[in-house]
């Protein structure tokens, strides 16, 4: 399967607890993005990456959260502390860079990470 | 405030019926806007549009953009229950992609 996976797929834990998500995107794109997603709503930008480079994050990114991407290639996404609040799913996506006028493309995103904090 | 707006947010309609999903949208250093469909699972890319006025197509379903009024309609003709989903659209702003909440359309058999 050469698409984007994410691991784990569904993870319950405590308030308070440490929570840490892996994405693994389509090998030959350098871009790679974090979003958010709660029920009725749409996928809410986090955070992305440019090979390890990361180039933005959202306000919605608290000091909680903190996403690498060491290599260029996986990436994790770590949630401290969690709250109630965090539960959503985690959905990460990845692209190639287009240089010129239009500087992103398509992305393909994983099945994301449900996470359920009681 | 929203920077995308996606109407209607809910739509049920017949098989066979066609359908036409709007999104407005507000975004600096705009360059694309693209369109995805969200069943249970993550988005599937339906369409990317960079130009006003240039319909794209793929089978039933159409879309088209106009920069000047910050728009965008995706239509789709003689619905099948398998285009029961959310269509959400999303424009580019800088290098980011900001989705609209979605419009879930139901086709009844």
């Known amino acids: 399967d050469t698409g984007v996976s994410q691991d784990p797929r569904h993870k319950i834990t405590k308030r308070g607890q440490n929570v840490t998500f892996r994405c693994d995107p389509i090998s030959e794109h350098n871009r790679l993005y974090w979003y958010r997603q709660t029920l009725g709503q749409g996928p809410e930008f986090l955070t992305y990456?440019?090979?390890?480079?990361?180039?933005?994050k959202s306000r919605l990114l608290s000091d909680r959260f903190s996403a690498e991407r060491p290599k260029g290639s996986f990436s994790t996404l770590e949630i401290q502390r969690t709250e109630q609040g965090d539960s959503a799913m985690y959905l990460c996506?990845?692209?190639?860079?287009?240089?010129?006028?239009?500087?992103?493309?398509?992305?393909?995103f994983g099945p994301g990470t449900r996470l359920t904090v009681l | 405030e929203d920077k995308v707006v996606q109407s209607p947010l809910s739509l049920v309609v017949h098989e066979g019926d066609t359908v036409t999903l709007n999104c407005s949208y507000e975004?600096?250093?705009?360059?694309?806007l693209l369109w995805y469909k969200q069943e249970k699972k993550a988005p599937t890319f339906l369409f990317m549009l960079?130009?006003?006025?240039i319909e794209k197509k793929s089978g039933r379903l159409s879309s088209i953009l106009d920069k000047k009024e910050l728009f965008s309609i995706l239509n789709i003709t003689a619905t099948q229950t398998g285009d029961s989903a959310v269509y959400l659209c999303?424009?580019?702003?800088?290098?980011?992609?900001?989705f609209g909440k979605g419009t879930r359309l139901h086709i009844l058999p």
């Open positions: 975004v600096t250093n705009f360059r694309s």
């Open positions: 960079t130009s006003s006025g």
């Open positions: 996506a990845s692209s190639s860079e287009l240089t010129g006028l239009y500087s992103y493309n398509e992305q393909f």
């Open positions: 999303a424009p580019g702003e800088d290098d980011k992609i900001i």
């Open positions: 990456f440019q090979n390890e480079a990361q180039l933005e």
